[in-house]
């Protein structure tokens, strides 16, 4: 238990308008010892110097969440500047201005750099493969802050859904809602990650090492995040005009059938065993993860 009479610990959130970004402002109120800022790309652009050292001296923050990405996986194959700029040169930024403080980062990856296939869940020091350019760019940007003097938890997840910005399960939403059949790849295994459950993870991991501080001995450290189970996107979409109520029927399809400019990897089962033995996080089932979401955007619409 963490007592009332502690000082609040002070969270800066970049990034904030992101799906992830805006469940940490869902979630922040539920957290009373903490105090969060939070920063969007035009209060903090991450790839300005300034704007990071001014949003960081603005108070006396304990941890930084950075939730700043460049995530349009196929449109980075043309715009590779750019991807890189935030994705990974973002990063030495990020190194520059913490190294003089005590401030403790929180930082995401992705499930592309492992781009491997073994069979069985993937854990966090199994082979890298990344391809594509957004791959490269999150695996060279984890290499930075791993390579730093600065304490960094880096959290590698997968299938990001969520009320908030445009992704998998949105998408199904309108398609289910104007077409009679869609065809979904069904031949690349992975789980959804709702972003809400993410962001909770994280703030449970705070929260673990206030009340437990031996506990900031794991923080400098990589970990997978999904939800638990495994599923192909096909799975996914069927659950969700299920749910919905959605007469579309779902065909499924191979990756070949559809093709897209950065390849994506057939096999993105995460292991989740680290984290949840480190910090006694449950993570909800992905089944769950579906339902939670589909009722955030139905309260979202009323
Ligand atoms: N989405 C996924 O499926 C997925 C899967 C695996 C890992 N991840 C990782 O999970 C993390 C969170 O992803 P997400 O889904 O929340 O991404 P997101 O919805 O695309 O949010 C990223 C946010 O970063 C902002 N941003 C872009 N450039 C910036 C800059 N220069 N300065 C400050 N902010 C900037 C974006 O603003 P604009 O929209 O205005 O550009 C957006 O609000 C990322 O590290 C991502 O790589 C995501």
């Not at 009479?5 to 992830?20: F, H, P």
């Not at 923050?61 to 980075?76: E, G, H």
């Not at 990650?193 to 001995?217: E, Q």
């Not at 799975?235 to 191979?254: F, G, H, R, T, W």
Request: with cysteine; glycine share 4%; aromatic share 10%.
């Amino acid at each position: 238990m963490v007592s009332g009479k502690l000082k609040k610990i002070k969270i800066c959130v970049l990034g904030a308008n992101g799906q992830l970004g805006q469940e940490f402002r869902c979630i922040a109120p539920e957290f009373e010892f903490m105090s969060f800022h939070f920063y969007d790309k035009k209060s903090c652009d991450i790839i300005k110097k300034s704007d990071v050292a001014k949003a960081i001296a603005s108070h006396d923050f304990d941890y930084l969440i950075n939730c700043a990405a460049y995530t349009a996986v196929d449109r980075a194959e043309k715009e590779v500047e750019q991807c890189y700029a935030i994705n990974t040169q973002a990063c030495n930024i990020l190194v520059d201005v913490l190294s003089d403080t005590k401030i403790k980062l929180i930082h995401f990856s992705s499930d592309y750099i492992y781009h491997t296939y073994s069979g069985f869940p993937i854990r966090e020091e199994d082979s890298k493969s990344p391809k594509g350019i957004y791959a490269k760019s999150k695996y060279d940007g984890e290499m930075i802050l791993r390579k730093s003097n600065i304490p960094v938890l880096i959290l590698r997840t997968s299938w990001v859904i969520s009320s908030f910005g445009n992704n998998f399960l949105k998408t199904m939403l309108r398609l289910g809602a104007e077409k009679n059949a869609i065809s979904v790849v069904n031949d690349q295994f992975g789980a959804p990650t709702y972003a809400r459950h993410l962001a909770n993870g994280v703030l449970d991991i705070i929260t673990a090492t206030i009340s437990d501080p031996s506990r900031l001995d794991s923080f400098n450290d990589t970990y997978n995040f999904a939800n638990e189970g495994i599923v192909t996107w096909y799975d996914i979409a069927k659950q969700i005009m299920n749910e919905s109520k959605l007469e579309c029927k779902v065909n499924p399809i191979s990756t070949e059938e559809y093709p897209t400019p950065a390849r994506r990897p057939n096999w993105s089962v995460l292991s989740k065993h680290k984290i949840k033995e480190t910090y006694s996080l449950e993570i909800p089932h992905w089944y769950i993860a579906v339902k939670d979401c589909l009722l955030a955007v139905k309260m979202d619409q009323t």
